[in-house]
T-cell receptor
Framework: SQKIEQNSEALNIQEGKTATLTCNYT??????LQWYRQDPGRGPVFLLL?????KEKRKERLKVTFDTTLKQSLFHITASQPADSATYLC????????????FGQGTELSVKP | GAVVSQHPSWVICKSGTSVKIECRSL??????MFWYRQFPKQSLMLMAT?????????EQGVEKDKFLINHASLTLSTLTVTSAHPEDSSFYIC????????????FGPGTRLTVL
């Protein structure tokens, strides 16, 4: 069956450390994958998009990797801050489905001062 | 850029009434908009894909007569929950795809629907 999975357990880290979140998928062929941040009661905020032929993307303190062999994407936040505390969602877009996104269940990140 | 708004941000209605939610792309044209619902502590579930000028495409298990979608212009899509029931209470979120810049989807702030 088709699945997209993120760590369901909350991730607690100390301020200044690097947070690494995982997104694994099975039985999908993604054209690209997107990462979003969602705060309680708010809509998701777009962070990064990485295509299936790209290995890595960076934006300020954020880095995303995409390994189509392992069927995995990793999302890193370096020099984490308490303001980074939120739920992070990965979403993949299968080929030829008009940009439809399939979302993982999200990982809650808590950065302690 | 790429701002999506939704209105209303929250609504409380009686069982049996209909509720309309608007989704607007404020600074770009969106040929495709998507509607999602999200239950507490769960992820977003796609309900339907809305293309400007054509009928929406609904996901399996979503009743098209219950959730009416109209995408009348390149900047506006509406979702009408007809004859709402308490089980329709949820967080409804729309998104718009920016096709000219690489397929990023930008989301609205969501609408909290509570049906009494």
């Amino acid at each position: 069956s088709q699945k997209i999975e993120q760590n369901s357990e909350a991730l607690n880290i100390q301020e200044g450390k690097t947070a690494t979140l995982t997104c694994n998928y099975t039985n999908y062929s993604p054209a690209y994958l997107q990462w979003y941040r969602q705060d309680p009661g708010r809509g998701p905020v777009f962070l990064l998009l990485i295509r299936e032929n790209e290995k890595e993307k960076r934006k300020e303190r954020l880095k995303v990797t995409f390994d189509t062999t392992l069927k995995q994407s990793l999302f890193h936040i370096t020099a984490s801050q308490p303001a980074d505390s939120a739920t992070y969602l990965c979403a993949l877009a299968p080929w030829n489905q008009g940009g439809k996104l399939i979302f993982g269940q999200g990982t809650e990140l808590s950065v302690k001062p | 850029g790429a701002v999506v708004s939704q209105h209303p941000s929250w609504v409380i209605c009686k069982s049996g009434t209909s509720v309309k939610i608007e989704c607007r792309s404020l600074d770009f044209q969106a040929t495709t908009m998507f509607w999602y619902r999200q239950f507490p502590k769960q992820s977003l579930m796609l309900m339907a894909t809305s293309n400007e000028g054509s009928k929406a495409t609904y996901e399996q298990g979503v009743e098209k007569d219950k959730f009416l979608i109209n995408h009348a212009s390149l900047t506006l899509s509406t979702l009408t929950v007809t004859s709402a029931h308490p089980e329709d209470s949820s967080f409804y979120i729309c998104s718009a795809r920016v096709s000219y810049s690489g397929n990023e989807q930008f989301f609205g702030p969501g609408t909290r629907l509570t049906v009494l």
